[in-house]
């Protein structure tokens, strides 16, 4: 039901922009959050959107990337920016109709396949 998109190769210091698109008519039901899985780590929260609009990031990317959602279209995007060769990783979206706690993977129902995003050095 989501499907991540825009990820790829970029220079340090480029910019990305994912998107993930819900084939769920309830769309803005959901809170809808980024994660992210570099090699041989466990996979990581990166930001939150909740249904308010109100989001949340992790210490590592904040003032880099922007979360953002159209509840038109039923999409999510993350906005990277300054990227760096650590934010390399496989990036997925994920919603939640109820995320009380944001880094913890087992508040969200419905997870994306991932995009693969490499920050060349």
């Known amino acids: 039901q989501l499907v991540e998109s825009g990820g790829g190769v970029v220079q340090a210091g480029g910019s990305l922009r994912l998107s993930c698109a819900a084939s769920?008519?309830?769309?803005?039901?959901?809170?809808m959050a980024w994660f992210r899985q570099a090699p041989g780590k466990a996979r990581e929260f990166v930001a939150l959107?909740?249904?308010?609009?109100?989001?949340t990031y992790a210490d590592s990317v904040k003032h880099r990337f922007s979360i953002s959602r159209d509840n038109t279209k039923a999409t999510a995007f993350l906005q990277m920016s300054t990227l760096k060769p650590e934010d390399t990783a496989v990036y997925y979206c994920a919603a939640g109709t109820i995320v009380k706690l944001p880094t913890q993977q087992d508040e969200y129902d419905y997870w994306g396949p991932g995009t693969q995003v490499t920050v060349s050095s």
């Open positions: 769920e008519y309830t769309f803005s039901s959901y809170n």
């Open positions: 959107i909740r249904r308010s609009g109100a989001s």
